[in-house]
């Protein structure tokens, strides 16, 4: 039930009146796209960053570096084990 | 989609499935308290990747399967009230009650003419209150950290658009207590704790370090991919190994050590922990929320002044020993004979995130030819 996906924000809508029109954010994962409300979030998102959303809201931005950091981590170990397979054939 | 498919890596898998070879030693338990990585599990084939002496079993961590049936029985004699709507998210639809007979769900009083319909959010019950101004409509307001959050911003947005016919039916809960109650429990046998990946957004990761500390426990907070959950498990080997329990965040991407302060100030702006009952562990002491009296015309049990009847287990049933991994769904009576996914009887089969229907799913033998 805890399930939340990362979503690329496309738009922010909305902001006018933070009651009758609160900040909204246009999310697209694959294409399907949703409206998620941005009020759990500490920091206003950018077009092109990413959301993990719950239950129609963002509950944080996603740190891509991070991301990276640690696929280029996992990248590293899977080359390392490649090679010492290379050399004890 | 990305930020998904990069962590399911059938090379990365590969590596990190090996190194766990390379380093298991002794045999050790690691539990999951999260639905959703009860499903990843299954559903990636982890248990076939790792070696024999890494047990993984499944704790209480669906809030669908924790709900006792008395707030289930609950739920329904609200919903068969006329001017009553009920909206809930589709998991507890198909959760039965302690009564018998077809009307003992949601899903069966609706198909005895009760009002209930699922939604995605709990915005989306509020925007249906709204539309109808002269039937009250209830959120069954179930979940962890991570759901509380959304609840909580909706009843500030009722307060504030002063929505009056908009109400909960609160059964939220928190991770931390039932830990507790699991590590203080002797039945209970656990060496690494896959920390819930989605609470610990909201939570923090260092909100379990109070298990590492007081009970030993080895602890890494994990995503759902399956590079997510081979790293957790590494990292939780090593921790076991030197004998040095603390809290790796393995989900660096989606989680902090603090957590979303944030969403905990608005949960704790509408919420106060109250004792709650769990299937099959009983009452814990302050392991649920309640509405805060500045906000209780939003609670429906207190504006109607409704009593939760005592909870009834059906007979022979095991989820409660399964909610505590002290037995596994084969060791249960009924299941795969009385009590399968098309015709449930306990929570742990009725939850898609259940622990008795990812076993059903694929563990059985039948399902996979």
């Known amino acids: ?89 | 989609m990305k930020y998904m498919d990069e962590f399911r890596d059938r090379r990365l898998v590969t590596t990190l499935a090996r190194q766990i070879h390379g380093e298991a030693g002794r045999p050790v338990r690691i539990m999951e308290v999260c639905g959703t990585h009860t499903m990843a599990i299954f559903r990636h084939g982890i248990r076939a990747m790792l070696p024999e002496e890494i047990e993984l079993v499944s704790g209480p961590g669906c809030p669908v399967c924790v709900t006792p049936s008395g707030v289930i029985d609950g739920f329904l004699d609200l919903a068969r009230r006329p001017e009553i709507i009920i909206t809930t998210f589709g998991d507890m639809l198909r959760v039965p009650g302690s009564g018998t007979g077809p009307g003992n769900s949601l899903a069966g009083a609706r198909s005895e003419g009760a009002d209930v319909r699922i939604v995605y959010s709990p915005m989306d019950a509020l925007t249906l209150a709204r539309q109808e101004p002269d039937r009250e409509v209830v959120f069954i307001a179930v979940g962890f950290e991570t759901t509380t959050p959304t609840i909580a911003a909706t009843i500030l947005a009722a307060d504030e658009l002063q929505v009056e016919n908009f109400s909960v039916f609160p059964a939220v809960k928190t991770m931390g207590p039932p830990l507790k109650a699991l590590m203080r429990d002797p039945e209970v046998r656990v060496d690494g704790l896959l920390c819930p990946g989605h609470v610990s957004i909201i939570a923090g990761a260092d909100s379990f370090r109070f298990l590492a500390r007081e009970y030993g426990l080895a602890c890494a907070v994990a995503g759902f991919e399956p590079t997510d959950i081979l790293l957790a498990i590494t990292v939780l080997l090593r921790q076991i190994d030197s004998g040095t329990p603390t809290v790796d965040n393995c989900y660096g991407r989606a989680v902090t050590m603090e957590g979303n302060r944030k969403a905990r100030q608005i949960t704790e702006k509408v919420f106060t922990p109250v004792d709650s009952e769990w299937r099959g562990m009983g009452l814990i002491p302050k392991s649920g929320l309640g509405l805060r009296d500045q906000y209780k015309q939003f609670d429906i049990t207190s504006r109607l002044n409704l009593t939760i009847p005592p909870s009834r287990e059906p007979g022979g049933c095991r989820c409660g020993d399964i909610l505590r991994s002290i037995c596994s769904p084969p060791d249960c009576p009924l299941f795969g004979r009385a009590c399968t996914p098309a015709s449930p009887i306990g929570p742990c089969m009725v939850s898609s995130e259940g622990t008795c229907a990812a076993w059903h799913k694929y563990n059985n033998p039948e399902a996979l030819t």
């Open chain 1, 1 to 89: 039930m805890c399930l939340a996906i990362p979503m690329r924000v496309v738009e922010i809508q909305g902001g006018k009146d933070p009651l009758l029109d609160p900040e909204r954010a246009i999310v697209d994962a694959d294409g399907l796209r949703k409206e998620v409300r941005l009020d759990l979030v500490d920091r206003r998102p950018q077009v092109g960053d990413y959301l993990i959303i719950h239950a129609g809201f963002a509950i944080n931005c996603l740190d891509a570096e991070n991301a990276e950091i640690n696929l280029a981590l996992m990248r590293e170990l899977a080359e390392e084990m490649a090679r010492e397979d290379g050399e004890t054939p």
